[in-house]
């Protein structure tokens, strides 16, 4: 048998906590959503003047990069080089930069996914908060 880590509800708020703040400290409004390792949405937070459209890109963005193991960048990088079968994908639809995996112990635990300013900012935020949390994981 093996040990599987997986995200609690304490984590995920932590973390909605610490992209929050990093979010109001940058003045950004934003959506941020926390899934777990199959996608499925564990917390997810609207700030004040973000957006209601980008509530749904964050966790659209937050599952693509669980499914995938891999940041949301790396698909919006592929469409633009003109890979454009992903776009034909129905398993996610979050495929911009955004979202990032929470990997812990070398094994994916979930993934976070923000949405609201330009791209690299909103992935600036879901790094920020992830490495705060895996800071004090260990």
């Known amino acids: ?20 703040q990093y979010a109001i400290d940058q003045k950004f409004n934003v959506s941020i959503a926390v899934v777990d390792e199959s996608g499925t949405l564990l917390a997810m937070k609207r700030m004040d003047g973000a957006s209601p459209m980008t509530a749904n890109l964050a966790v659209e963005k937050a599952k693509c990069s669980a499914l995938s193991r891999k ?3 790396i698909f919006e990088e592929l469409i633009k080089d003109g890979q454009l079968g992903f776009l034909t994908v ?4 979050g ?6 995996p929470i990997i ?14 330009k791209s690299y900012e909103d992935a600036e935020i879901a790094q920020h ?6 800071a004090l994981a260990d």
């Open 1 to 20: 048998m093996k040990t599987k880590h997986y995200l609690t509800l304490e984590d995920a708020e932590f973390l909605l906590t610490r992209a929050h």
């Open 71 to 73: 940041p949301s960048q």
């Open 90 to 93: 129905n398993s996610f639809s």
């Open 95 to 100: 495929m911009v930069e955004g979202a990032e």
């Open 104 to 117: 812990y112990k070398e094994h994916l635990v979930g993934a976070l996914g923000v949405s609201g300013v």
């Open 129 to 134: 908060a992830i490495q705060v949390f895996l």
